[in-house]
């Protein structure tokens, strides 16, 4: 079945714009995780959705990103006044469940703020 | 609070050689255990896991062993392949919470013919 499908693959942008990244996870997937990659380093958790329960928002790094999902269906994640700190690649997973069970990596977007 | 730490790379072997990258974390309570794997130009993928102390993941001859004694997670691998080459990284989940991951910087791995 079709996987994890994030949009656009790549996003360049000028400092002070604002952007907004799209993440369709596998279908009945009810946990939805939003991370980032910035250059030489490890994924950093952003924000997590689990059904209708409440987001678990506590590694956005500033106000200005923001992230919805409605239900169990795609998730946008948006950034505010982009900065040059924001260039990255934005990764979206979902599982089944939590808390033990494999979650399916998106091919990424990459944000390039100029 | 919660980290792990990996070994840095990149690690450069040549093919059939024995693998290993160190895997080592801090945690409250039980975590889970987990080697993600980035081939170029793939997502990001699991490759095994383990969910509690002494469990051994295995995968695609990969094995790594959740060692509560030392905090580690090592990956190991007997003979390495050229199609081995990609990005690892070491992750934890804490038990019970929701199951967000906490990831090491990566260990770039190039193994040549």
């Known amino acids: 079945g079709a996987g994890v499908s994030q949009s656009p693959s790549n996003k360049v942008t000028e400092k002070g714009k604002d952007v907004e990244l799209r993440c369709d996870p596998i279908?009945?997937?009810?946990?939805l995780y939003w991370y980032r990659q910035r250059l030489g380093q490890g994924l950093e958790f952003l924000i997590y959705f689990q059904g209708n329960s409440a987001p678990d928002k506590s590694g956005l790094p500033s106000d200005r990103f923001s992230a919805e999902r409605t239900g169990e269906s795609v998730s946008t994640l948006t950034i505010q006044r982009t900065q040059q700190e924001d260039s990255a690649v934005y990764l979206c997973?979902?599982?089944?469940?939590?808390?033990?069970?494999?979650?399916?990596f998106g091919p990424g977007t990459r944000l390039t703020v100029t | 609070g919660n980290s792990v730490t990996q070994m840095e790379g990149p690690v450069t072997l040549s093919e059939e050689a024995f693998l290993t990258i160190n895997c080592t974390y801090t945690a409250t309570g039980y975590p889970s255990l987990f080697w993600y794997v980035q081939y170029p130009g793939e997502g990001l993928q699991l490759l095994l896991k383990?969910?509690?102390?002494?469990d051994k993941g295995s995968n695609k001859g990969f094995e790594a062993t959740y060692r509560k004694e030392t905090t580690s997670f090592h990956l190991e691998k007997g003979s390495v392949q050229v199609s081995d080459s990609a990005v690892y990284f070491c992750?934890?989940?804490?038990?019970?919470?929701?199951?967000?991951?906490?990831f090491g910087q990566g260990t770039t791995l190039q193994v040549k013919p």
């Open positions: 383990a969910t509690k102390a002494d």
């Open positions: 992750a934890l989940s804490r038990a019970g919470h929701t199951g967000k991951l906490i």
């Open positions: 997973a979902s599982s089944p469940t939590t808390p033990d069970y494999e979650q399916y």
């Open positions: 279908s009945g997937h009810t946990a």
